[in-house]
């Protein structure tokens, strides 16, 4: 373990240090970040590929007191330094896939350009790629007794590491926090996009037994059909019917209880920033009018502890390092209260 006598939890977040400022190693921290930048589906707004670097250099402004998870931060945070190669990768692959998509805005016809088919071959060999990357990234850590978190990057980035958390524990269900459903097949030809990512995992993760969504605001037919037709897999508590519901008396409290009811025991937190008020995320990938407070979220998280249930990992994507910090402030600070909280519900009383 660290040693912690000469480090002032008060003072500034030292540059030298890293995550929040943390003198802790890889091997000292009981929680690791594995940082994804990686944006190639992405369909609006870029700028997720460097937000994990931009989440960084905000933490070092977090204070490291926690109301609800008091010194959570001594059991060691650790953030890996984001690959240059799969940066690059992403850079390269996003100016084709940009060609791509402004050509299909437009109507063309891809059956009829060759340099474009091509496109939609190599954004979906670099796809696959990336999850296998992740998946034996965070396979590598989960073996060796960590706990392990991903930060992105665009929503795409976590699927390698769900099917190496559920081998490694399990049947388990996704909390996912969105403004968007990710249930589409192929989007845009695209097989493993952000848009797809809970599709994905549900077609190709066999132990997630539940995906239980929140704050959903923006989704097409397809995904309703999909939501329907579940067997209850699915369960997607819209942003629409959460503030009806508040606006007719119900409070918060028994609406999220209703939500960790259908979760199972062993929990993984999927947050799309884009989840929350676009007032707080305003230049995500692709930002919704709507959405939470960050105590709102909190809270609910709280009520999943509550309940016994087990939180086992999590991943938060989406936040965008372009124009201003503002985003990587807020995002940095979720990053700082899904920590704590990890590691509080993996430490014996």
């Given amino acids: ?56 250099r905000a933490s070092l402004q977090v204070d490291l007191y ?5 010194d959570g931060w001594k059991q060691g945070f650790f953030m890996r330094e984001p690959d240059k190669h799969l940066l690059l ?50 396979k590598g850590m989960l073996e060796k007794g960590k706990l392990v978190a991903l930060v992105g990057g665009d929503h795409s980035t976590p699927l390698g590491f769900f099917k190496a958390i559920g081998e490694h524990k399990g049947d388990f269900g996704i909390l996912q926090i969105d403004a968007h459903c990710d249930l589409r097949d192929s989007y845009e030809g695209f097989k493993y996009s952000h848009a797809s990512i809970m599709f994905n995992a549900l077609a190709e993760v066999p132990q997630l037994q539940k995906l239980v ?19 209850g897999r699915v369960v997607t508590y819209f942003d629409k019917d959460i503030k009806e519901r508040q606006y007719e008396g119900e409070t918060w409290k028994s609406i999220c209880d209703s939500i960790v009811a259908n979760l199972p025991q062993q929990v993984f937190i999927s947050f799309d920033i884009d989840g929350l008020d676009p007032k707080l995320c305003p230049h995500t990938g692709t930002p919704v009018a709507g959405g939470f407070e960050t105590e709102q979220v909190y809270y609910l998280f709280k009520r999943i502890l509550a309940s016994g249930r087990q939180l086992i990992g999590f991943d938060l994507n989406e ?31």
């Fill in 89 to 138: 990768r992403s850079d390269y692959l996003r100016k084709e896939a940009e060609l791509y998509l402004k050509f299909l805005t437009e109507g063309g016809d891809i059956s009829e350009n060759e340099f474009l088919k091509k496109t939609v071959v190599d954004v979906n060999n670099g796809t696959r790629a990336m999850n296998e990357w992740v998946y034996t990234q965070t």
């Fill in 66 to 70: 926690d109301a609800d998870v008091k």
């Fill in 319 to 349: 936040v965008s390092a372009s124009h201003t910090d503002w985003d990587a402030n807020v995002g940095a600070r979720v990053l700082f209260k899904l920590c704590n909280l990890l590691v509080s519900a993996n430490t014996q009383s």
């Fill in 213 to 231: 969504q929140v704050g959903i605001r923006d989704y097409c037919e397809e995904e309703a059909d999909y939501i329907t037709n579940s067997n």
């Fill in 1 to 56: 373990m660290a040693d912690l006598s000469q480090f002032d939890p008060n003072s500034v977040g030292l540059l030298s240090n890293n995550i929040f400022g943390l003198p802790f190693t890889e091997e000292e921290a009981r929680l690791v970040l594995l940082p994804v930048p990686w944006e190639v589906t992405v369909s609006y707004n870029n700028g997720t590929a460097r937000g994990p670097e931009h989440i960084f």
